[in-house]
């Protein structure tokens, strides 16, 4: 099992959602897990019953709960 098996599940991503890629930062004072989700080219989400597609969008970055002793 790899780490975007462990994180997808960790995250409960469905479809469209996948994870993109994960860095993960050790050093002496702070360990840090990145984790850039992505979603699939063409993919249309439900807003107010309809199905809509992405015009466009920008990255975001938000903390989410510790994983073990990793920001």
Same mark, same amino acid.
């Given at each position: 099992? *790899?780490?975007?098996?462990? $994180?997808?599940?960790?995250?409960?991503?469905?479809? +469209?959602?996948?994870?993109?890629?994960?860095?993960?930062?050790?050093? +002496?004072?702070?360990?840090?897990?990145?984790?850039?989700?992505?979603? *699939?080219?063409?993919?249309? $989400?439900?807003? @107010?019953? *309809?199905?809509? +597609?992405?015009?466009?969008?920008?990255?975001?970055?938000?903390?989410?709960?510790? $994983? $073990?002793?990793? @920001?």
């Amino acid at each position: 099992m *790899d780490e975007f098996t462990i $994180f997808t599940a960790a995250l409960n991503l469905v479809k +469209p959602w996948y994870i993109d890629y994960v860095e993960l930062k050790e050093g +002496p004072e702070k360990e840090e897990i990145h984790i850039t989700i992505s979603h *699939d080219k063409g993919s249309k $989400f439900d807003y @107010e019953g *309809d199905s809509c +597609p992405v015009y466009d969008h920008q990255g975001r970055v938000w903390r989410h709960l510790d $994983f $073990f002793q990793y @920001e």
